[in-house]
């Protein structure tokens, strides 16, 4: 491929011009080539402009064609005129056909044997979940961080719960518009281990720009230890510190919207904390996960991301400490 030099280019960029899986393949293919077709386009049609201007410039006393009663430059000019409309028409076919065979490829994925993940869109954050087996004690849920093994193909299922959101990782597949009440499903493989970040592409408010998310490929062995891990309820605190810190979670507005797999605490407005501390973002790509990234988030997230759906949580700092160091044990 004459292009193979673009990829290396962008080294764990987000974007098409570095795909890490078939679809996105296709895509960049069909990409490049309306790329090329247009580029040349667009230089003839600049290079014969020059030309005309040029070459009129330099002659003394030239009169126009057009002002001309000419008809063996008439026939010329027509013949000229109908073979750049019947290239023109030809280029077109050519792109409209190449854009077919890239949907066809990209949806023939879909017929394969898949792993099913619903991702529910919301005001602004993703809700992942994996009914693996379709079996309720199974389930696993998670947020902002979509785990797939290397090489499995992914069907995801998605839809909104408010507004429209689109899923966009552009160096795994093409977006995919969530609309709420209906569900749209997105075929993907990726080939290549690594954390590729995907973006909401469809504005949906007013921190649409905080609301990214990363897809996580790993080996098979990796992907189940991961689930496996997912699974289990929230471990006991240990610490002093850790079992008053969930103390101060379940007598907070914490338990209105969260759920912490194993506590009472068991809503489903924001995102499920169960294993916080095993994710490497939070709110939805805005903050690594660290201690004081957190501490500030929990104190008043809408310093952070202005109109968030969560309130700030003004408390003693002593109590966050212990907070801090409980949701630390959330691995
Ligand atoms: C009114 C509902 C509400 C309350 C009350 C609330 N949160 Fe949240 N929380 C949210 C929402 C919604 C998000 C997702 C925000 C986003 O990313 O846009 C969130 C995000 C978070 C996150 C980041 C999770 C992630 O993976 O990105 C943490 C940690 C968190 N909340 C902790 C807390 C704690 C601790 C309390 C109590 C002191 C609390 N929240 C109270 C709604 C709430
Ligand atoms: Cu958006």
Avoid at 107 to 136: M, R, S, T
Avoid at 235 to 246: D, K, L, N, V
């Amino acid at each position: 491929m004459i292009f193979s030099f673009i990829s290396p280019m962008f080294p764990g960029h987000q974007t098409p011009l570095s795909p890490v899986g078939p679809q996105a393949r296709h895509i960049e293919h069909n990409l490049l080539l309306i790329f090329s077709i247009t580029s040349i386009v667009y230089v003839i049609v600049i290079a014969v402009l020059a030309y005309g201007v040029v070459r009129n410039h330099a002659r003394e006393g030239f009169v126009p064609h057009t002002l001309v009663e000419d008809p063996e430059i008439e026939r010329k000019a027509t013949w000229i005129v109908g073979a750049a409309l019947g290239l023109t028409i030809i280029l077109l076919l050519v792109m409209m056909v190449s854009s077919f065979y890239t949907s066809h490829s990209t949806a023939v994925l879909a017929q394969a044997q898949a792993i099913k993940i619903d991702v529910y869109g919301h005001q602004w954050w993703w809700e992942v979940e994996y009914p693996i087996n379709e079996q309720p004690y199974r389930m696993v849920r998670t947020a902002n961080e979509i785990h797939v093994p290397v090489g499995a193909v992914v069907t995801i299922h998605a839809t909104s719960r408010d507004v429209i959101h689109s899923f966009w990782a552009p160096n795994i597949h093409g977006k995919k518009d969530l609309l709420p009440g209906y569900e749209n499903d997105l075929t993907i493989q990726v080939d290549q281990p690594g954390t590729w970040r995907g973006q909401c592409a469809e504005f949906c408010g007013l921190q649409h720009a905080h609301m990214a998310f990363d897809i996580v490929a790993q080996s098979r062995e990796d992907f189940d230890r991961w689930y496996e891990q997912q699974l289990s309820p929230a471990p006991e605190p240990a610490s002093s510190q850790a079992i008053h810190g969930r103390e101060v979670f379940l007598t907070h507005a914490c338990v209105m919207c969260h759920t912490i797999r194993g506590t009472t605490a068991g809503a489903t407005v924001g995102p499920d904390l169960t294993h916080l501390a095993s994710r490497s973002m939070i709110a939805a790509g805005t903050l690594k996960n660290t201690r004081g990234n957190l501490a500030g988030w929990i104190s008043n997230a809408q310093s952070i991301k202005p109109g968030v759906r969560m309130p700030p949580n003004p408390m003693p700092s002593s109590d966050l400490n212990d907070l801090l160091a409980y949701l630390e044990t959330l691995r």
